[in-house]
């Protein structure tokens, strides 16, 4: 079984306009999928069977969630659904998210890709 994460900070707009010293480090966003990473508990898929959950979520100043996970993607079916409440639960578990309040506005809304294999 394959289990991978991306943080998609190209599709959050607010990464986009930072400027330098407001954007996140390759190490702060590593720090953040490793830990969403060690949240997530993927559920057990047929086999042979794979599932692809994008989602966004905000943040309030202290890296609590500002409200429920939004689910962007998901595949169809049984394995996708399973997968994208997998998902919120990871994020929801993971809260609050350690990151620099000086960056606040790079991380205020966050993308990331759930790829379950």
């Not at 480090?25 to 692809?52: D, F, K």
Request: net charge negative; proline share 6%; charged share 20%.
């Amino acid at each position: 079984m394959q289990i991978g994460l991306l943080l998609c900070a190209a599709a959050v707009p607010q990464l986009a306009k930072a400027s330098d010293a407001e954007a996140l480090t390759v190490q702060e966003i590593s720090g953040l999928r490793e830990a969403v990473q060690r949240c997530w508990m993927p559920p057990q898929l047929q086999a042979g069977a794979s599932a692809e959950v994008k989602v966004r979520i905000r943040l309030t100043p202290s890296g609590e969630l500002d409200g429920t996970p939004q689910i962007l993607e998901a595949a169809d079916g049984e394995a996708g659904q399973l997968s994208a409440q997998s998902v919120i639960r990871a994020a929801q578990r993971c809260a609050p998210y350690s990151l620099p309040e000086a960056k606040y506005e790079a991380w205020r809304e966050i993308v990331i890709n759930f790829v379950h294999q």
